[in-house]
């Protein structure tokens, strides 16, 4: 076999090639030829984008995975706006064995007096906020716990009489008396703004507590909400350092040179800049996913820039200077780059389709920040190798006894190469039984998702809703909204009834508890007092501070909340409970057909749309296999490189697929966005060894031998770019966030297994399609003529 060069031709030869990026490749000698105007601009656009960098807020929302324009989603924001009760709720979970005992007691009594202090706060709910039986002559019913506590028998009685509470038991206290549930409410004028108040929150709890046997846990949208803001705060900072410094060492580890090593790194960390900075510009919020960009902008722009950068430092190596080794590079290298970027982009557009605003917002700023990589990769490379490369007559002396390592992946390359191509017809048959058989096993995927995915599980709220799931029926409220006809008013005995009706239905669904309503008041009144009247009713309604009234009955008393408790389980488990619940409401509705009775909250949106969602976007990576592959086909004029691109792109997605089924998980939302982002990101190594192969491929010679050239040049910058990738995604294992450490494992899976791909599957396949196009006369792979 003729040696390679570094110019990327077979010796003697020159052959025009096709333009696969259409020229736009050429972007990158505007940093050549004008140096000087492209430094002080970069300069520019970097101060700049650092003040936008600073505009970046975080969006905290739990239900912004499911924001649409949907009618079920509009819905459920006008009962949170309505009722907005659960959104403003800390729940403070205190729990000991001797809970009930006089002296824990009292400390937990004393806690909920203080808590009412925190500034910030409106109101709370107790056990303590219960009372006794009305009493004939009295307008008001004493408090159920007097002050002080009695002691001996009378306490026990006492103890008795609350566990027996139809108001605390099975809602603010636990059967077995070892748990007990505080809501507080914070006031809604500061939202956006709670930090202060829950640290004083936490503060009062521990302190209150201290040197009790009880221990206290904060949960509720907002604790959610801030410990889901801190973590992608925490995240953001993580993902830059740690990024940062391994781009920066795998680069001087390769080079062995500062400047190479700032050529390669330097781009890339100035495209993380650019890019944030843009979305902080236009108002972009940083989420679960938008959270990965940076990573992401990582390896995306790292992998092309350490493809030029090596091309160019082997045409330096050749003699070349430094700004023909630059041009050369960009010319060469580039138009893979320019594919890769596209590539990326298309899976990015891919998700532009979903109903999910949060997702698609992912896919908005994904595609922005692949068109400012490409732009930052293809400029700045030649910019900073003309300004910073030096002692270039030195460079192939110096480099001889540090290119060992490249070497030794060389003669890997060649080794591996070899062994493909010798039965390419055998090889590429086992990779489509493979890929068919993996396929097979993601088809037995099923959809997956839980609130808990959302929200750090090293922190308190998701420890502490997984009590209440266990003690108190769930921490997750399922709303039944009753909306009133014109003519009717709340205490008309029509709408009683209907309230009444829906209580009873909640109640009876298996899976739900803990349900609550105006109902409940009227049976305490009817069970307590022997008074079930309405003008009874309608007082105590006025006795009850309004914080509270407005968790059931809207300012305008045109609409009531019957609200009950559901553990945090999979949609597909929750699914069935809403379904059912929703059945049986027909009931009601069909008697009272002026009413308007509609089951709604974030547990019954997630529920009914998860399952729906992740479909679409499973169907769309689908889709996404066949676009890519033409797209691939299109750019290098040839049916055979679309063919043969397909099996190495389908082969990581399908295997990481069969890494969750063979784990126990089910298809989530990260999962599917992962491997949608990696499918692109994963034919980078493709599309570089196809630009290669074009350049290597003779038509007059064996198929094999361009193959192995091509894998011998390319095969070292593919296999160090691939664990750039890898490693890059792996950042993310470290989140607090369930989801994102999905994110992060799965994605450096996926690369892992595209390289794989591309060595194993890619080499043979395209040795075979090759070798079967040529005796039909259709034989080039993107080659026009040869001079």
Same mark, same amino acid.
């Given at each position: ?16 090639? =096709? ?51 949907? *009618? ?9 706006? /309505? ?30 007096? &203080? ?30 716990? *007097?002050?002080?506590? #009695? ?42 703004? @709670? ?9 009062? $709890? ?15 949208? #907002? =604790? ?25 060492? !795998? ?16 781009? #890339? ?20 996913? +938008? ?5 992401? !902008? ?33 010319? $060469? ?53 003309? %300004? ?41 048959? !086992? ?8 396929? %097979? ?5 099923? #959809?997956? @998702? ?45 709408? %009683? ?33 022997? &008074? ?10 006025? @006795? ?24 945090? /389980?999979?949609?597909?488990?929750? +699914? ?18 002026? @009413? ?49 691109? =397909? ?139 040869? &001079?």
């Amino acid at each position: 076999m003729n040696a390679p060069t570094p110019t990327g031709r077979p010796p003697a030869q020159h052959r025009r090639r =096709v333009a696969i990026a259409f020229g736009a490749e050429r972007i990158g000698l505007l940093g050549l030829r004008f140096p000087a105007v492209a430094a002080v601009l970069l300069v520019l656009l970097a101060v700049g984008a650092a003040f936008g960098v600073t505009r970046l807020q975080v969006d905290d929302s739990l239900s912004q995975l499911f924001r649409s324009d949907t *009618p079920e989603f509009h819905q459920f924001e006008d009962v949170t706006r /309505r009722f907005p009760s659960n959104e403003f709720d800390v729940l403070v979970v205190v729990t000991g064995q001797d809970l009930l005992a006089r002296e824990p007691l009292g400390h937990l009594r004393n806690l909920v007096t &203080d808590l009412q202090l925190v500034d910030g706060t409106t109101g709370i709910i107790s056990m303590f906020s219960a009372r006794q039986a009305p009493e004939p002559g009295h307008s008001v019913p004493p408090a159920l716990f *007097p002050e002080p506590l #009695p002691d001996g028998a009378g306490y026990d009685a006492l103890i008795a009489k609350v566990k027996a509470n139809d108001i605390i038991r099975g809602k603010l206290l636990s059967d077995d008396g070892d748990l007990a549930l505080v809501v507080l409410s914070l006031d809604p004028k500061n939202e956006g703004h @709670y930090a202060g108040t829950i640290a004083e929150i936490r503060k009062t $709890v521990h302190d209150d507590l201290a040197g009790t046997d009880l221990q206290g846990e904060l949960s509720g949208v #907002p =604790v959610m909400q801030l410990e889901i803001r801190d973590a992608v705060e925490r995240d953001r900072v993580l993902y830059n350092a740690v990024g940062f410094a391994a781009g920066c060492l !795998i680069a001087i580890l390769f080079f062995r040179r500062v400047s190479f090593m700032v050529v390669a790194a330097g781009p #890339p960390l100035i495209a993380i800049l650019l890019a944030l900075g843009t979305l902080g510009w236009l108002d972009f919020r940083l989420n679960m996913f +938008l959270n990965v960009m940076t990573p992401l !902008i990582m390896v995306i722009s790292f992998s092309d820039s350490m493809q030029l950068t090596f091309a160019a430092r082997d045409r330096l190596m050749a003699g070349e200077s430094k700004a023909q080794a630059f041009r050369n590079a960009v010319l $060469v290298v580039g138009p893979a780059c320019v594919l890769t970027h596209a590539t990326a982009a298309l899976s990015f557009t891919a998700l532009l389709f979903t109903k999910s605003d949060l997702i698609r917002t992912f896919g908005e700023a994904g595609l922005i920040s692949t068109v400012i990589a490409l732009l930052a990769v293809l400029i700045l490379v030649p910019l900073l190798g003309l %300004l910073l490369v030096r002692n270039v007559d030195r460079l192939t002396v110096t480099s001889r006894g540090s290119d060992a390592g490249v070497q030794a992946l060389r003669r890997f390359c060649a080794f591996v190469a070899a062994r493909m191509v010798s039965h390419p017809g055998l090889y590429s048959a !086992i990779a489509v039984v493979v890929v068919a058989g993996l396929g %097979l096993a993601y088809a037995h995927l099923q #959809p997956s @998702y839980r609130l808990a995915e959302q929200v750090p599980d090293k922190e308190q709220a998701v420890q502490a809703s997984g009590k209440l799931d266990k003690e108190l029926t769930g921490a997750n409220p399922v709303d039944v909204l009753v909306e009133l006809p014109p003519g009717q008013t709340l205490y008309t005995p029509e709408t %009683l009834a209907v309230i009444a009706a829906v209580h009873a239905t909640v109640e009876k669904q298996a899976g739900l508890g803990n349900v609550w309503s105006l109902e409940t008041l009227r049976r305490w009144l009817a069970q307590k007092a022997g &008074d079930d009247s309405v003008a009874t009713l309608q007082r105590y309604v006025g @006795y009850l501070p309004k914080y509270l009234v407005h968790r059931f009955v809207d300012e305008k008393e045109d609409a009531v909340l019957v609200s009950g408790r559901i553990p945090d /389980r999979d949609a597909s488990q929750l +699914l069935p409970v809403v379904d059912d619940l929703d059945h049986s409401l027909d009931a009601v509705r069909a008697q009272h057909p002026g @009413y308007t009775v509609a089951v709604t909250g974030l547990a019954v949106i997630a529920a009914r749309n998860s399952a729906s969602m992740i479909d679409k976007l499973n169907r769309g990576l689908t889709l996404e296999f066949l676009l890519v592959a033409v797209f691939i086909g299109l750019a290098f004029r040839s049916v055979v490189v679309a063919v043969a691109a =397909v099996l190495p792109g389908i082969f990581p997605v399908v295997a990481s697929g069969s890494l969750l089924l063979l784990l126990g998980q089910g298809l989530q939302f990260v999962s599917v966005v992962a491997l949608t982002v990696s499918f692109g990101l994963g034919l980078s190594a493709t599309i570089h060894f196809l630009n290669r192969l074009r350049q290597e491929d003779d038509p007059a010679q064996d198929p094999a031998v361009g193959v192995e050239r091509a894998t011998v040049l390319m095969g070292p910058a593919l296999i160090l770019t691939s664990v750039v990738l890898a490693c890059g995604l792996a950042v993310t294992v470290f989140s607090d966030l369930p989801s994102l450490r999905l994110f992060g494992w799965l994605s450096s899976f996926a690369m892992l297994a595209a390289l794989v791909a591309d060595f194993l599957i890619l080499r043979p396949t395209m040795t075979f399609l090759v070798t079967l196009a040529r005796r039909f006369g259709r034989g080039r792979i993107g080659t026009v003529a040869t &001079d």
